[in-house]
């Protein structure tokens, strides 16, 4: 009979742990619920390719959180729920309606055009957020056999920007987007810290606002790897099982992206997290208010602080915490806060920006 294989790793840890960064809340590690439900994930032998009782389980949890006709679709990552939501939404001819700052637009790398045959119509925003108004500078030309049919509104909850939809602004979207045949999808790699900033259940600003699909984030917010695509109207999308393989998005061993997601969603992990982050960064923001030769871009409304400072100060600064241009020939900075952020982490980067500030 073979042994019963123990918990010895010869792995090694190959980083310093006390290093911290404001660069991104995916350089945080994993929740340690997380870490514990992945634990009680991987006794024994479960069905594959999502027949398992945890993506079984969550669909329940799914229930609690978006109403009885949601479904969830886990993935594996944000670009592959956002590719494989769209397409599930169009048609080979469909265009997709976007803020030019859109993370569908900026930052994966073309995939929605490339991988999911998509156009994509941007629109300038001032701060990341659509309206019908905006809406309606791309919602045109359905007839038009020489231009890509607009069939989706995609909206990003929390922006790109760190700024959030109130509920009212995001069912002004849809209500204006269904009465023109158009269907509305909502990139959620936030969402979390979007209810957390709004005090609203999730499903105030997705279902009951008329969003259609809505690409649910988990890795921003404590997760190892994977998010969900959750079809909220049923009649808004076609195929979506064969779209997530045909995407490359089928997890084999799903039950483990299932199992994070319950750990998030079963109970308030997933506000306990997001609560915290959004607080870290209000911290941040005032104590960046503070200082001569910083200014603020942007409202601070979830986890983000957008700032603005001479280069030469971000560039020494970026040598004692890791951190990201935004617009590097304007000097725009972006600062992240995450779940594990600590007022000890904040308050070190507040005293380094001033010592910089100050040479």
């Keep these: 009979m073979t042994a019963a294989l123990g918990p010895r790793t010869d792995a090694r840890r190959h980083h310093d742990p006390s290093v911290r960064g404001f660069a991104s809340d995916n350089y945080a590690g994993a929740h340690p619920e997380v870490l514990a439900a992945l634990a009680l994930a991987n006794e024994g032998h479960q069905v594959a390719y999502g027949e398992d009782q945890y993506t079984d389980h969550l669909q329940r949890i799914v229930h609690s959180h978006f109403g009885p006709s949601a479904e969830a679709f886990p993935v594996f990552n944000g670009t592959g729920a956002n590719v494989t939501a769209l397409q599930a939404l169009t048609d080979r001819w469909g265009a997709v309606i976007c803020a030019e700052s859109a993370h569908i637009n900026v930052d994966e790398g073309g995939a929605p055009e490339r991988m999911g045959g998509l156009k994509l119509l941007t629109v300038p925003t001032p701060d990341g957020k659509l309206t ?132 998030l969603l079963a109970k308030d992990l997933w506000l306990r997290n997001a609560r915290h982050a959004n607080a870290m960064a209000q911290r941040l923001a005032a104590g960046v208010r503070a200082l001569d030769g910083v200014e603020i871009l942007y409202p601070v409304q979830a986890n983000a602080v957008f700032a603005r400072l001479p280069h030469e100060v971000s560039r020494r600064l970026q040598e004692r915490f890791r951190f990201y241009f935004w617009d590097e020939a304007a000097g725009d900075v972006r600062w992240m806060c995450a779940f594990d952020t600590t007022e000890d982490d904040v308050d070190a980067f507040l005293q380094a920006l001033k010592e910089e500030l100050a040479r």
């Design 132 to 263: 019908p108004e905006l809406i309606d500078r791309q919602a045109w030309g359905w007839e038009d056999e020489h231009r890509a049919m607009p069939q989706v509104v995609s909206i990003t909850q929390n922006t790109e920007l760190g700024t959030v939809y109130t509920v009212d602004e995001i069912r002004a979207i849809t209500e204006h987007a269904h009465s023109k045949g158009m269907k509305v999808h909502l990139d959620g790699a936030r969402i979390a810290n979007a209810a957390a900033s709004l005090d609203v259940p999730m499903r105030a600003f997705t279902n009951a606002a008329g969003v259609d699909v809505l690409s649910y984030g988990g890795t921003k917010n404590g997760m190892i790897f994977g998010e969900a695509v959750i079809v909220l109207n049923p009649d808004a999308v076609s195929h979506m099982r064969h779209l997530r393989k045909l995407s490359m998005q089928l997890a084999s061993k799903m039950r483990f992206v299932s199992v994070q997601l319950e750990a």
